[in-house]
């Protein structure tokens, strides 16, 4: 009976749009806890993502990714006010929603979503899609101009992020299909790697990659990132149950047992194949272990996430040392070895560990484990190709308009002078 329960109560959190009870009053406790994740997810990427990516880069360019990092996020807030709320989680069509809530008209400030103030999820939301944009620098930082990352950054948030964030979060076709995605497997993280990886082969390779020795400048400044995104993920996981209940419970458990797994998968496979742990690969880890997870944490049994995080370690060792050198491509943070890969796996996984067989909360009534897998291989199917394709036309209009990638003097001597005129270390 309680994993009935949870497995129901999930799948209504994976239908933000269609959770607005008819409680008249707040729950205060519920209001607290959205209030606090929803801060914590705003920290993820200011400071967290700035810090993370920054330290991976060479000092000369590492202004340049901060300043990337916080005027995308100020343009997707103000995007998301404008538009994106209402075109992700109003009535619409299968692809977008509409356009009635557009500059939030017609939501009072005593609206409410479930138990909590709708101006609070509108917040948490638009940190979700904050948080995704900024992903997408990782593979394009360093040679990249600044105006074409802005407005790639429009065109895709309406083009890529809102319609994944409809058809998984909002009532759209993969939600009406079945597909699982508690916190973004789909809409975070394959969507984000998918961009910057079409975007990294559309940029081409930093100048001198494969002949230098391209060395992060500040590991202690990675280390401080992650941390930040690592209790930041709490928020992230934890929030998108909506509420105080079993369910955040659970996510709060298979977030910190996951992340453990993969930290240990990583370092100790780095150990074995290369002789040295290094605090790199515990980074690494981390990260893969919270992306591996973020699609699952609502529905897999703790054993499960356990797995699953071990699995995810390696899968992202792979990704960012293997995979990375067949594709042939530049992607400065492993965006797609790192968020890609686990991101694929830990939807894939979903279906596996979330079998009640398994420890995990039991898939709803007439769903196998097979007839899931396929769902959520569809719904990665989908979520690459929609991504590539709204990333590359994105991308062909920001260098029609103002050209993508900086010339290769200012790119020698670094953005953080040339286009920003600036150095972080005088």
Known sequence: MKNKFLSIACIAASFPSFAIAAESNPNKADTVFMLINTILVLFMTIPGIALFYGGLLRSKNVLSLMSQVIVSFSLVCVLWIIYGYSMTFETGN???????????????????????YQLIHVVFQGAFACITVALVVGALCERIRFSALLIFSVLWLTASYIPMAHMVWGGGWLAQDGALDFAGGTVVHINAAAAGLVG?????????????????HNLPMTFIGTAILYIGWFGFNVGSAGEVNAISALALVNTMAATAGAVLSWVFCEWLFRQKPSLLGACSGCISGLVVITPAAATVGIGGALVMGLIAGIAGLWGVVIL?????????????????????????????????????TGFTEGMTMLRQLGIQAISILVCIVWSSIAAYISFKIADKLVGLRINLESEREGLDITSHGESAYN
């Open 94 to 116: 299968a692809f977008w929603g509409g356009f009635s809530q557009v500059m939030l008209k017609n939501i009072s400030i005593t609206d409410l979503t479930g138990s909590f």
């Open 200 to 216: 990294a082969y559309l940029l081409g390779k930093r100048s001198g990659f494969g002949r230098e020795a391209f060395k992060p």
């Open 324 to 360: 990375k050198k067949w594709l042939h491509v530049d992607d400065v943070c492993d965006v797609f070895g790192v968020h890609g890969v686990c991101g694929i796996v830990g939807c894939l996984l979903t279906s596996v560990f979330t079998a009640s067989a398994l420890g995990g």
